[in-house]
């Protein structure tokens, strides 16, 4: 269950790209320092208030390692200035509109697709051409998401909801994938979209077991994915009963409190006991055990860091 790892990945995925920025800006070094460790920070404490972005492909949902985890908190304590409420939307509207921060966040969303859906071109049978193709389309869509949402409402189109225009958008990029792959390929691509939290998942266990004498064999691959499949489908509808809502959780959700996802590891593992062998189940069970750690720490760091952050200056 590593829904409650993926924001992080996604936080640490755009936090690089903003520092690679930030670094060939030579010319305008201090100004953008400032800048993007103000963006960063309230990005942080402020976007979940917000419509979320939809970056199902911004990076690979796979766990982060413990020390990458606790770095993201490390942010500069560079509060916004308080007689500007909007300071944030339009420091992150002026960083959207530059075009090397355009070219490096597709290139960055170009690399995450690629990660994230590299066994995507086997299950459509798509030649290397093909695939090539399809990624640079699902990254180019993926930026336009982020363009969207971040504008809002400075590009907002006559008296045009936020929701309208989202959805506008979604239709015209489902029809862009099936020009380009087919409606066949696109009806399949949906279905490997819905269970991509649970196949990243397995990959993370396969490369786990690879370090071992006994790897994840193939014949164990497909009841892994199923099991793996059950137990996050049944932390999605514990988590709707939890907050009264039917809705499916956004990609890459992270619940509140990570007692759900560490129940739906431990699941994970019992069920596990069938398909895998004892050595195979002993490292999977320590996989999980570091997983439980760092949503823990992380809990901890964000809470901590919450609370330092809303306390009046002396």
């Known amino acids: 269950m590593l829904k409650s790892t993926v924001p992080y990945v996604a936080l640490a995925a755009t936090t690089l790209a903003s520092i690679w920025l930030w670094i060939q800006w030579r010319d305008e070094q201090a100004a953008n320092q400032d800048l993007l460790a103000r963006v960063t920070l309230l990005e942080r404490r402020h976007e979940p208030a917000a419509v979320p972005v939809e970056v199902a492909a911004a990076a690979p949902a796979t766990a982060v390692p413990a020390a990458r985890a606790m770095n993201l908190e490390l942010t500069p304590d560079v509060p916004p200035p308080a007689s500007d409420p909007n300071y944030f939307r339009d420091s992150r509207q002026r960083l959207l509109k530059n075009p090397e921060y355009r070219r490096a966040l597709l290139a960055r969303q170009r690399l995450g ?180 750690i760092q949503m823990e720490t992380q809990s901890d760091l964000t809470r901590l860091q919450s609370e330092a952050y809303s306390r009046k200056p002396n």
Do not use: H
Not at 130 to 141: G, N, P, V, Y
């Open 113 to 292: 697709v690629e990660a994230e859906l590299r066994d995507l071109p086997k299950y459509l049978n798509l030649s290397p051409e093909m695939a090539d193709r399809l990624f640079d389309l699902l990254a180019e869509q993926e930026v336009e998401k982020i363009e969207l949402q971040g504008g809002w409402p400075a590009n907002r189109q006559a008296d045009q909801t936020l929701p309208t225009m989202t959805s506008e958008l979604r239709a015209r990029q489902e029809a862009e994938l099936s020009r380009l792959i087919g409606e066949r390929n696109l009806a399949q691509l949906k279905e490997y979209n819905s269970t991509l939290e649970s196949r990243l998942e397995v990959d993370q266990l396969r490369a786990e077991l690879a370090r071992t004498s006994e790897p994840l064999r193939e014949d164990q691959l497909e009841p892994m994915l199923a099991l793996v499949t059950a137990e996050n489908q049944r932390a999605d509808q514990e988590l709707r009963d939890r907050s009264g809502s039917q809705a499916a959780p956004p990609p890459g959700f992270s619940p509140a409190n990570p007692e759900l996802a560490v129940a739906a590891n431990k699941r994970i593992v019992e069920a596990a006991a069938v398909v895998l062998s004892s050595e195979q189940l002993a490292a999977v069970k320590d996989f999980y055990r570091r997983q439980r």
